[in-house]
């Protein structure tokens, strides 16, 4: 199984820095890099000169967390004149295109959804789920990645999905490491039929967008957003 790191940095089209120096020795270390340029520079900025821009917080924040989710279920249905004229079915044809996930949690996100592969289910449904998963973070003062436990929920009603981790435990004065990252689900399905004489279409669509990202640290701070919300 590939072990992923998230590397968010600095890019330069000459030279070696950010992650122009980062990727190469991640994947020769076996992992994948999943990479977030914060620059876009012509160079390093020590140089005299140098040309580029700095994206913006919003598009950094939605090339990490802007999750989706979209599955296409298909019948067509073709017919044929009796002795008397008259159309009646002939065929029936079911097709599924089972769904399609964007983002970096796509393997955690599958096991949330029930009837993805289902080819007698129009649409696809949440069933929520709770684990554990490892996430790989680098520590301050350390050359090397952490792998660290983190709780990760969706919910069943709303498909919000909610990943807390924690570098200590909850009794102990590591509290200020614990971090809740909460992303709001949305749920969405249409129905599209065209039909002739000869052929009936009908497509059914399920999708699952996840957006508005927000992340609080420390546990205090977690369970007083809980409260209050």
């Not at 998230?6 to 820095?17: A, D, K, M």
């Not at 769904?99 to 393997?107: D, L, R």
């Amino acid at each position: 199984m590939s072990r992923y790191v998230l590397t968010i940095q600095s890019h330069v089209s000459y030279g070696f820095v950010g992650n122009s120096a980062a990727v190469f020795p991640l994947q020769l270390l076996g992992f994948s890099p999943i990479v977030v340029n914060t620059v876009e520079f012509s160079n390093h900025t020590g140089h005299p000169t140098f040309r580029g821009q700095v994206f913006t917080a919003e598009l950094i924040r939605d090339s990490i967390l802007q999750e989706s989710y979209t599955r296409v279920w298909e019948k067509v249905t073709t017919y044929t004149k009796d002795d008397a004229g008259t159309y009646v079915p002939k065929e029936e044809k079911t097709t599924l295109a089972p769904g399609k996930f964007t983002g970096i949690m796509k393997a955690w996100l599958a096991v949330g959804i029930a009837d993805n592969e289902d080819k007698g289910a129009k649409y696809a449904s949440v069933t929520g789920c709770q684990d554990t998963i490892k996430v790989d973070i680098s520590i301050e003062g350390e050359d090397k990645l952490q792998t660290v436990q983190a709780e990760f929920t969706m919910d069943k009603d709303t498909a919000n999905i909610t990943v807390k981790k924690s570098t200590g435990t909850e009794s102990s004065a590591a509290e200020d490491c614990r971090m809740t990252l909460k992303i709001t689900g949305k749920v969405t399905t249409n129905e599209v039929s065209n039909a002739n004489d000869e052929k009936t279409i009908e497509k059914y669509t399920t999708t699952i967008n996840w957006s508005g990202a927000k992340i609080t640290k420390g546990i205090k701070e977690a369970n007083s957003e809980q409260a209050e919300g």
